[in-house]
T-cell receptor, first 113, second 111 residues
Framework: SAVISQKPSRDICQRGTSLTIQCQVDSQVTMMFWYRQQPGQSLTLIATANQGSEATYESGFVIDKFPISRPNLTFSTLTVSNMSPEDSSIYLC??????????FGPGTRLLVL | GESVGLHLPTLSVQEGDNSIINCAYSNSASDYFIWYKQESGKGPQFIIDIRSNMDKRQGQRVTVLLNKTVKHLSLQIAATQPGDSAVYFCAEKTGANNLFFGTGTRLTVIP
């Protein structure tokens, strides 16, 4: 398994601003993932972040709105840009262990006013 | 793409009883399945997984059953405890593709 931390754990932001969420893992991992979980909903994959390459975005998500960085094998950031109330969600990062099981961080709870 | 769904969105059980949470999937090519538990305010926690070459796998108080004929997955929790109250998600994976998550079942344990 892996121990994953996220910062911030929660935030309240004004519309039109941007927030960068950090994800730190206690071991080197090849693949990191960013998910969105809207209130009362399941998890939706935003993008996959591999170190040394551009992130791969899922349908409905674009780099301009959700830029991702992956500077090394233990760290990634997700930025939620030009926020609107519809971006209010839990944002989760996860890591891929042995290319199968994914372990999740505690999440970042974002409220956009 | 794959479709993963759950039969029951909510489930209430008495403490000490066994719980069964069900999940249907639509992609017969899915070869790996995971159950996650998500408590309020926390991220999903890995519970148990199963590969498609198995039909049953047991952990501590939990058992996952896979029926590939009807594309059905279930999670059984023995002697359910108040600490088991959470939302449970099934997820499926096909080869090297990403995980797809079901809609979730909220389990409430009544003391």
């Amino acid at each position: 398994s892996a121990v994953i931390s996220q910062k911030p754990s929660r935030d309240i932001c004004q519309r039109g601003t941007s927030l960068t969420i950090q994800c730190q893992v206690d071991s080197q991992v090849t693949m990191m993932f960013w998910y969105r979980q809207q209130p009362g909903q399941s998890l939706t994959l935003i993008a996959t972040a591999n170190q040394g390459s551009e992130a791969t975005y899922e349908s409905g998500f674009v780099i301009d709105k959700f830029p991702i960085s992956r500077p090394n094998l233990t760290f990634s950031t997700l930025t939620v840009s030009n926020m609107s109330p519809e971006d209010s969600s839990i944002y989760l990062c996860s890591v891929d262990v042995a290319r199968e099981t994914q372990y999740f961080g505690p999440g970042t709870r974002l409220l956009v006013l | 793409g794959e479709s993963v769904g759950l039969h029951l969105p909510t489930l209430s059980v008495q403490e000490g009883d066994n719980s069964i949470i069900n999940c249907a999937y639509s992609n017969s090519a899915s070869d790996y399945f995971i159950w996650y538990k998500q408590e309020s305010g926390k991220g999903p926690q890995f519970i148990i997984d199963i590969r498609s070459n198995m039909d049953k796998r047991q952990g501590q108080r939990v058992t996952v059953l896979l029926n590939k004929t009807v594309k059905h997955l279930s999670l059984q929790i023995a002697a359910t405890q108040p600490g088991d109250s959470a939302v449970y998600f099934c997820a499926e994976k096909t080869g090297a593709n990403n995980l797809f998550f079901g809609t979730g079942t909220r389990l409430t344990v009544i003391p």
